[in-house]
């Protein structure tokens, strides 16, 4: 089992920047991946990015990529996403998540997530 503990969010003015923390705890040698996933009001939820522990593959969504940057630091079982230039179409409750599977990005099974965080984009 593995325990994941977000931190940051809140609220920005359009043109701002917020830089969200997840830390895992449990069994996180076994992590192959790390997502950031949103879910806004009436909307699915969306993989926005995602990295391998070992940094050799990672992946943006077409709507953040340029904005925001994912990194983690795999001896600290911990990721984070940078979001700058935010708009107030960025404006959801934010996810980390993490998965087993070898090839987990973008394309791996997230069985473990945090509780997630409010990001809210407003002037």
């Known amino acids: 089992q593995t325990q994941l503990v977000e931190s940051g969010g809140g609220l920005v003015q359009p043109g701002g920047s917020l830089r969200l923390s997840c830390a895992a705890s449990?069994?996180?040698?076994?992590?192959?991946?790390y997502g950031w996933f949103r879910q806004a009001p009436g909307s699915e939820r969306e993989q926005i990015s995602c990295?391998?522990?070992?940094?050799?593959?990672?992946h943006y969504a077409d709507s953040v990529k340029g904005r925001f940057t994912i990194s983690s630091d795999h001896a600290k079982s911990t990721v984070h996403l940078q979001m700058n230039m935010l708009k107030p179409e960025d404006t959801a409750i934010y996810y980390c998540?993490?998965?087993?599977?070898?090839?987990?990005?973008?394309?791996?099974?997230?069985?473990?997530w945090g509780q997630g965080t409010q990001v809210t984009v407003s002037s």
């Open positions: 998540a993490a998965t087993y599977d070898d090839y987990g990005c973008p394309d791996g099974e997230f069985n473990y």
């Open positions: 449990g069994f996180t040698l076994a992590i192959h991946a």
């Open positions: 990295i391998t522990t070992s940094g050799d593959r990672w």
